[in-house]
């Protein structure tokens, strides 16, 4: 258990650096450039950062089975985990085509009009 808790707060840390780093990042690009640059070039990078959001899950489901007894030795968790696959890999997908496509925001703008 205790290797799954520094598992676990050590994924919980590098999201938290992520975090800040890109928010630093967007903040300072906003001082280099206007918002209507900053969304020409988003723009154009989307299909580039789609495809490595799509590389990124397919990463995830690939290295679930060598993940897994990294993060716990205790073998019902670990039966659970790797039984819990799928079902991360469907709520990844689900959130990459409803977030990461924009359709959230499509709905809002919808609804918004």
Same mark, same amino acid.
């Given at each position: 258990?205790? /290797? ?5 707060t ?9 975090v800040? !780093?890109? +928010?630093l990042?967007?903040l300072?690009?906003?001082?280099l ?6 969304? /020409?070039r988003l723009?154009v ?13 397919? @990463?995830?489901?690939? +290295? %679930?089975?060598? !993940?897994?007894? %990294? @993060?716990? =030795?205790?073998?019902?968790?670990? =039966?659970? @985990?790797?039984?819990a /696959?799928? /079902? ?6 689900? !959130?990459?085509?409803t @977030? ?14």
């Amino acid at each position: 258990m205790n /290797r799954l808790f520094r598992g676990m707060t050590g994924l919980i840390f590098l999201l938290t650096v992520t975090v800040i !780093l890109a +928010t630093l990042i967007v903040l300072l690009w906003a001082q280099l450039e206007s918002m209507d640059t900053i969304s /020409r070039r988003l723009e154009v990078a989307s299909p580039w950062l789609s495809a490595l959001r799509i590389s990124l899950i397919g @990463l995830v489901i690939g +290295t %679930w089975p060598r !993940l897994v007894p %990294w @993060l716990t =030795r205790h073998p019902a968790a670990r =039966r659970g @985990l790797l039984a819990a /696959r799928w /079902r991360v890999a469907a709520w990844l997908a689900i !959130l990459e085509i409803t @977030l990461g496509q924009g359709m959230v925001g499509e709905f809002l703008a919808e609804i918004l009009r």
